[in-house]
């Protein structure tokens, strides 16, 4: 009975575990410029990926809030999965060309 | 009580923890960050602000404003005292029609309706397949913007209803909302003064954008600061925008949330990327891409840098992006 109570503790410990991360891949990505700042100081480099694009910048306040302000050329991520072999040496393509 | 059949359950808890982790990881692992792999290599830039080109009134479209520009003494947030530009804008596009904002019904067009972004990286077309997806989009089944029986989207197509919801404080009746405002319930434009310093005064320190405006258009358009994307959506709203990226509220009237295009009037001789307007501190903003459609790779956080042509500038950001510049480099008007 106590190793069957350690099981379940653990099963649903993972199962918990397993739903926080599908929560948090849950959202609509919309608070990553955000979500990219939260424990970085004004200036501090970051980065973000959002609709398979890379953002990098840095922090800066927008209405008292920081955010990540790209100052880089978006970038594509492409999953090498996807991608034929001999395209696999460069996953990431920048954006700025369009 | 609830039995687990630890058998099954525990290899399969296990699966799902690592298909979890497979999930969060996958892009990482399977993606391999490479360098910018284009530049704007037409000039010579760097980010410091020595070089600054003092504000051309004659790049303002005529019909932009409501008076001529006049200079008058002014202060800085520095505390300098400066010649400044007054310029009256009209509050409406001088060069082109506003166009049309919310979808009339689930299958609407991109033709038919306006854009939408949220900040993220992704512009939308405000079609009838959008405003289906919206739950899905925003993974929220409380997204509901239509009438199942009709079809027809809810949106705010009276003054009262636009004065309502085009506001951070949406009124709980016009939750699940597509939200437009006529030009007409502003007669047409809210004309408003700004004073820019004639010659730029780049600062020690960079200053924040606030909630207030970031600077005004070469054609008569204020442009403002990033929407409130959380207090729209929060709203379960869709504050749409034309698809020059404005859109009007009744205090603000028309203004700009991105860079579209649509006030890119002073085209560079060069190459560069066109004028679309200036910043409060008198720095003008370009637009992202030159001709080439090639975006800098040196611009500073400001979203900025220097040319022997321009001086220091900005460059817009994308209209996905919800805003123009990163913050102030020079001093404005207090």
Not at chain 2, 108 to 134: K, P, R
Not at chain 2, 150 to 173: I, W, Y
Not at chain 2, 219 to 243: E, H, K
Not at chain 2, 313 to 329: L, R
Request: with cysteine; charged share 20%.
């Amino acid at each position: 009975m106590k190793i069957f109570n350690v099981i379940k503790a653990l099963t649903t410990g993972l199962l918990l575990a397993t739903s926080c991360s599908a929560l948090s891949h849950a959202g609509h990505g919309s608070n990553a410029p955000w979500e990219a700042c939260e424990e970085k100081a004004i200036n501090e480099d970051c980065s973000y990926t959002s609709h398979d694009k890379k953002a990098t910048g840095t922090c800066q306040a927008m209405n008292k809030v920081l955010m990540c302000v790209r100052n880089k050329p978006l970038e594509t991520l492409i999953d090498k999965a996807t991608q034929p072999a001999s395209a696999q040496k460069q996953s990431v393509k920048s954006l700025a060309k369009r | 009580m609830i039995k687990f059949n630890t058998p099954i359950l525990t290899p399969l808890a296990v699966c799902i923890l690592a298909l979890s982790l497979a999930a969060c990881n996958g892009s990482d692992a399977e993606s391999t960050v490479v360098t910018e792999t284009t530049t704007d290599e037409g000039t010579t830039t760097d980010t410091s602000t020595d070089f600054v080109v003092e504000v051309d009134p004659f790049n303002f479209e005529s019909d932009a404003l409501i008076s001529s520009i006049s200079t008058q003494t002014c202060t800085l947030s520095n505390g300098d005292e400066a010649s400044c530009y007054k310029i009256d804008i009209a509050g409406a596009p001088s060069n082109y029609e506003i166009g049309v904002f919310c979808p009339q019904n689930i299958t609407s067009t991109a033709d038919e309706a306006g854009i939408w972004f949220d900040g993220s990286g992704e512009v939308y077309d405000i079609t009838g397949d959008f405003i289906l997806n919206l739950p899905i989009l925003y993974n929220d089944s409380h997204w509901q913007l239509y009438d199942e029986g009709t079809g027809l989207v809810n949106v705010t197509d009276t003054q009262e209803s636009c004065d309502g919801a085009a506001r951070p404080n949406v009124e709980e009746q016009y939750q699940n909302h597509c939200v437009e405002c006529s030009i007409d319930y502003v007669d047409g434009g809210i004309s408003e003064s700004f004073l820019i310093p004639i010659s730029p005064v780049a600062t020690t320190q960079n200053s924040s954008i606030g909630n207030a405006n970031v600077g005004v258009a070469l054609n008569g358009v204020v442009l403002a600061a990033p929407a409130p994307v959380d207090a729209i959506l929060g709203a379960y709203t869709i504050a749409a925008f034309d698809d020059c990226a404005g859109h009007i509220n009744l205090v603000a009237g028309y203004h700009y949330h991105g860079e579209a295009g649509c006030s890119q009037t002073q085209i560079q001789s060069d190459g560069h990327a066109a004028m679309m307007g200036y910043a409060l501190d008198g720095f003008g903003i370009l637009g992202m891409l030159n001709e080439d459609g090639l975006e800098p790779t040196d611009l500073d956080e400001c979203r900025g840098h220097t040319d022997d042509t321009r001086g220091y500038h900005y460059h817009a950001a994308d209209v996905s992006e919800n805003m123009f510049i990163g913050c102030f480099k020079g001093a404005t008007a207090r």
